[in-house]
T-cell receptor, first 115, second 115 residues
């Protein structure tokens, strides 16, 4: 079974700075997808970014980018130019093509953006 | 935009009551999911469904059942609520596409308290 580990329960960053959230996963599969979801205080879970394992190029969405290291099974999220609206819980999630659409989530990292 | 709605944001029930949590999506998605979110544990899959009248157990199905009579609606049922079912419940849906790869879209969540 696959597992997803987020080793940073809480992080803090100043506005306009850059922060990196860590995620590692464990799987014996070769074909899978990785996601970062954001859950602000409003509780609505929102997709931030998605990475296909077969793609070597790191995914990017505006200020959000990932560092995907397949051999190391690492999938970190970098947030550039942090904004107050980035304050949220961030969850890393994994799904592999052999299962029935079952996402496996990490335990989350609470990010606080301060002035 | 995909919209997933849940019938209640907050719900308070008594031990032993039968509880229904409703979820509706408006994008004709075939896949629907129920998760439970607890601090320090991330999101855990309770049940999911690929199609009308189809259901499959997730990682923690005990004490829960589901119903999918219509494509757009997926209900989570607590037959006899217990205090250890106090939690945040999140519904999600995804488009058919390739199994295991589709982005899941989440509802706003229902915070259930069982007294």
């Amino acid at each position: 079974a696959q597992t997803v580990t987020q080793s940073q329960p809480e992080m803090s960053v100043q506005e306009a700075e850059t922060v990196t959230l860590s995620c590692t996963y464990d799987t014996s599969e070769n074909n899978y997808y990785l996601f970062w979801y954001k859950q602000p205080p409003s509780r609505q879970m929102i997709l931030v970014i998605r990475q296909e394992a077969y793609k070597q190029q790191n995914a990017t969405e505006n200020r959000f980018s990932v560092n995907f290291q397949k051999a190391a099974k690492s999938f970190s999220l970098k947030i550039s130019d942090s904004q107050l609206g980035d304050t949220a819980m961030y969850f890393c999630a994994f799904i592999y093509t052999g299962t029935a659409s079952k996402l496996t989530f990490g335990t989350g990292t609470r990010l606080q953006v301060t002035l | 935009d995909v919209k997933v709605t849940q019938s209640s944001r907050y719900l308070v029930k008594r031990t032993g009551e039968k509880v229904f949590l409703e979820c509706v999506q408006d994008m004709d998605h075939e896949n629907m999911f129920w998760y439970r979110q607890d601090p320090g544990l991330g999101l855990r899959l309770i049940y999911f469904s690929y199609d009308v009248k189809m259901k499959e157990k997730g990682d923690i199905p005990e004490g829960y059942s589901v119903s999918r009579e219509k494509k757009e609606r997926f209900s989570l049922i607590l037959e006899s609520a217990s205090t250890n079912q106090t939690s945040m419940y999140l519904c999600a849906s995804s488009a058919p596409g390739g199994r295991g790869t589709d982005t899941q879209y989440f509802g706003p969540g229902t915070r259930l308290t069982v007294l």
